[in-house]
Nanobody, 117 residues
């Protein structure tokens, strides 16, 4: 079973930045949908930033203007640039992709992001 590999998480102070990367299972051009989700302690998993084939993006209101989702075709990664981080951004972040023609999506194992002074 395919699994995504996420990297780039860690501990950062409020106001700081982190960049998460997710290695896609093959070419970015084979993906219909891709995105980053997060789940804080005691919370439900929520979509943070998503991208569709063709490049259209969507962001949750809580991160709009601070987070940017992008892809790197040379590295086959889906990246999430997170700026102006707040303590409430603390969560486990998950990468999610769905290949063109597939019904089910693939999840990563999750990576911890902690925003604290």
């Amino acid at each position: 079973q395919e699994q995504l590999v996420e990297s780039g998480g860690g501990l950062v102070q409020p106001g700081g930045s982190l960049r998460l990367s997710c290695l896609a299972p093959g070419s970015i051009s084979d993906l219909a949908n891709m995105g980053w989700y997060r789940q804080g302690t005691g919370d439900q998993r929520e979509a943070v930033a998503t991208m569709k084939y063709g490049g259209s993006t969507a962001y949750s209101d809580s991160v709009k203007g601070r987070f940017t989702i992008s892809t790197d075709s040379a590295k086959n990664t889906i990246d999430l640039q997170m700026n102006s981080l707040k303590p409430e951004d603390t969560a486990i972040y998950y990468c999610n992709v769905r290949k063109i023609g597939d019904v089910y999506a693939i999840w990563g194992q999750g990576i911890q992001v902690t925003v604290s002074s």
